[in-house]
């Protein structure tokens, strides 16, 4: 074989990335997912993870998923329209729906499936979405897959997005205004009450992404619209259940009618496998932990003040954080990949981000801590982070005081 591949393209770009100092090795996790975690040989603190409340390697939930496989088997056998639908993934979504004080609720395979298949189902081309500029690239590709226009407004700016909403008046077809509750890289919360009176002022419907608000934010963990109080004025509520929950799956609870649509039309339901038996079990089961143990909710946020009191009384800048998401802000992308690389060497496993995921010049290291994270984990870590940033010169210009 002399032909060239046609794919060589691809090895220039990696080689691009690699002298950028932006090519990334996977890093492999060879324990249970843990505050402290074995990595490529290594145990480190692990500030990488969306395990908020401990959930993903609890026993009540490892031992409700051998009990599932046990009787159900490993796979469900088909999509869910299909022979797919087990009893288990009903009641899960019966679970879920009481949870949120909703009518209704459908479960995806992902929260990446459950953005992107919904949006894409409910809207045409006729149709104009109103989008955060900082939402999730899942909500990001349904607004393409839908093919309406998109109207993006600044960041968390209320009065940016009525202004989009005013343009729109009068003019034919569905609105859709969209934002993630928690954003995922920066850590601040969804301004909800602003957009929701907006959307009830111009006829809108009203959606968040709960992804990183389930299980962190509202009684219990049930997300930004019991944190705001805002029942029955969101029309479409996204939540995960692959952070928090500790397992995977995304689901959309809302109005009855709502749901049977999206049995209907949203293609990651209609076209895609359900999830096993197992799965829906530890969800289950997850649910379970957090209505009966919301003291794990009160452990994350004050391990999420410490953490951050301690980073800021050491002169590193969090960016705008309102929740356990911590970002430090670094500037570029090769200096967010080797502050990541270095801290590992020294025990601690913090994920470095850089273009596309985050904008330009934003690039940092993105900390998420547990509610599972002792006190002295979280000691160990500040310093650790904190000398590392001495070194690389990062504190001096990552801390913009006040
Ligand atoms: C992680 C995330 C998702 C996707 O959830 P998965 O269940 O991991 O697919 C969607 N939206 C936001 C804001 C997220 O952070």
Request: charged share 20%.
């Amino acid at each position: 074989m002399t032909r060239p591949s046609a794919l060589s393209y691809l090895t220039e770009q990696l080689e691009a990335w690699k002298k950028a100092g932006t090519y990334q090795r996977l890093r492999e996790l060879e324990s249970a997912c843990e505050p402290v975690s074995k990595f490529d040989g290594k145990e480190v603190i692990n500030l990488a993870s969306n395990n908020y409340l401990g959930l993903a390697n609890h026993p009540k939930l490892v031992e409700a998923e051998c009990a599932a496989a046990r009787k159900y088997g490993a796979g469900s056998g088909a999509v869910r329209t299909i022979s797919g639908t087990m009893e288990l993934h009903l009641e899960l979504e019966r679970r879920i729906a009481a949870f949120k004080h909703v009518e209704a609720c459908v479960v995806f395979q992902s929260g990446f499936a459950a953005n992107a298949g919904t949006v894409a189902a409910i809207l045409t081309p006729e149709d104009h979405i109103i989008s955060d500029e900082l939402n999730h690239a899942s909500i990001i590709d349904g607004c393409r897959l839908s093919k309406a226009k998109i109207h993006v407004f600044r960041h968390r700016d209320a009065a940016h997005a009525e202004e989009r909403l005013k343009a729109l008046e009068g003019v034919a077809g569905h609105k859709l205004l969209i934002t993630d509750g928690v954003f995922s890289m920066d850590g601040d919360i969804g301004i909800l009450p602003e957009l929701t009176a907006l959307a009830e002022k111009y006829g809108a419907i009203m959606m968040v992404d709960d992804a990183h608000a389930s299980g962190v934010l509202g009684r219990n963990g049930r997300g930004t619209v019991d944190h705001f109080n805002l029942h029955g004025r969101v029309d479409v509520q996204v939540g995960t259940l692959s952070k928090a929950v500790g397992v995977l799956g995304g689901y959309v609870c809302g109005s009855r009618d709502l749901i049977e649509f999206l049995y209907h039309r949203a293609r990651p339901f209609l076209f895609s496998t359900s999830h096993p038996p197992a799965v829906a079990a530890a969800c289950l089961a997850a649910f379970d932990i957090l209505e009966q143990e919301p003291e794990r909710i009160e452990q994350l946020w004050k391990n999420t003040r410490f953490f951050q009191d301690g980073l800021h009384a050491n002169g590193l800048s969090t960016g705008d954080s309102q929740s356990p998401i911590t970002p430090i802000m670094v500037g570029e992308a090769a200096t967010a990949h080797a502050f990541s690389r270095s801290l590992f060497d020294e025990g601690v496993f913090a994920t470095g981000l850089g273009y596309p995921t985050v904008p330009q010049g934003k690039a940092r290291i993105r900390t998420i801590v547990t509610s599972a994270h002792s006190r002295e984990m979280l000691e160990r870590a500040i310093g650790i982070i904190t000398s590392v940033a001495k070194r690389m010169n990062i504190l001096a210009s990552a801390s913009v005081p006040g």
